[in-house]
């Protein structure tokens, strides 16, 4: 494979552009190379508690400028989910500002009361409370069908892992008896089809770089793209293809982008 | 069966003694009513977030007047369960105010920090927050086993019912994957011998009034007492026989206490 096949880049965020409070060496300079190429590329994250502002914000302050079209966070696509199928709907969230931000931006109606909602959209909640979770309880016991950003169980955090939207669900379905009827993050493929169609180029010509071989590589895999396993993040070892989804290559980190997109042809083949 | 053969009385609060804030009209008799015949009765309760002591405030309040050793909650005979089992073990909690105290009063070390926790112990919350959450979270990860004082899904709040213990539980088994290895309250027999084991009667002689068909009188067939349903708290109709086990009695409200001890041998026989 030669790297003047790839021509869109989907970009996982978390633990490969940054980790915890710091950007990872060579970053900003990856993605100025791939626009200086003349790539086209869009950073996909499962972070749902957040609005793409939020995120351009983040990204900003470490020297990369990104569209609002270049972001796709799962609280993005979620609302779009919400938009494209519920377009009728009433929400009630279980989440961080940032989801309800994102949520609005699509036009989702916000319920009430808890007890009016359709669904119930859980995400990240890093100022839950009690009473936070009860509304979110009252809502699906009147009826709210439940859609969560993501399901991941952990997220690294400035002292160690934290708990993480597992959490949020785990204390909803095991009180009420219910299920999530729709995950919308990544590996699913509503956040592959989301990105192949920020980048309108068939996937085979997408190359995704990420940090987690679930997420991530699982959803390269799945969608036909080629992939690129990062160490910089929650994976830090190679296992010599023990992985259940092996990637097309494995890097110390996104910084080996530079030389794939600078060196035509030549760059870092398998 | 006739009432004399009943010395010993296993008392449910929530539902049997008072719903919300409410005490049930006629318990106060009925608790006076066993004094002045000379019965023994304990409270059982499977809440465990207070204390006996805030327990004992509460049912003052009401005109009950009852000791320390007349109460028994889920924090009391999870405090018992770890004093007895693991009398060096230190813990870290998720939940209100009132279980700690429980656990301090038999002498159960706390932490200092999640991660030197040998037992996270879990009930209800209702001042939770994600640090909270967070805390509890890290306790598992880092090895702490899980014992619940109960697994209840809701209790009736002033305006409707709310989310208890099992909201808690699956927050922290969802987003660990650690398992609950100990769980407490009612119907466990945990919760029977300490019952019995303070009335220092024999099961036969004993007769659990509650108003829950599965903690309550779930927990008196399995010991070999005697049970009266009440229809004052979360069961409000009688099925016919249709409940899982099936009390020996079935009554309105606890008021039938004064006719069963006040008329001896011609009380409310089936």
Redesign the interface.
Known sequence: MIATALDGFVIDLDGTVFRGDCIIDGAPEAIAALRQAGKRFVFLSNRGNISRTMCQERLSRYGIEASEEEILLSSTVTARYLRDREPDCQVWTLGDAGLREELASFGIAHADRPEDADWLVITL??????RD??AA??AV?HGARIIATNED??FPGAD?????V????????????AKVEVVVGKPSAYMAEAALSALELPAERCLVIGDSVESDIGLGKRAGMKTALVLSGSTVQSSDGLWPARPDWVWPSIAELIRLVGNKGEGTDE
């Open positions: 909640h890093e100022t839950l409370t009690y979770l009860n309880f009252r016991r169980r952990t160690g892992d934290q708990i993480d597992a959490g949020m669900i785990g204390a909803i379905t095991a009180s009420t008896g």
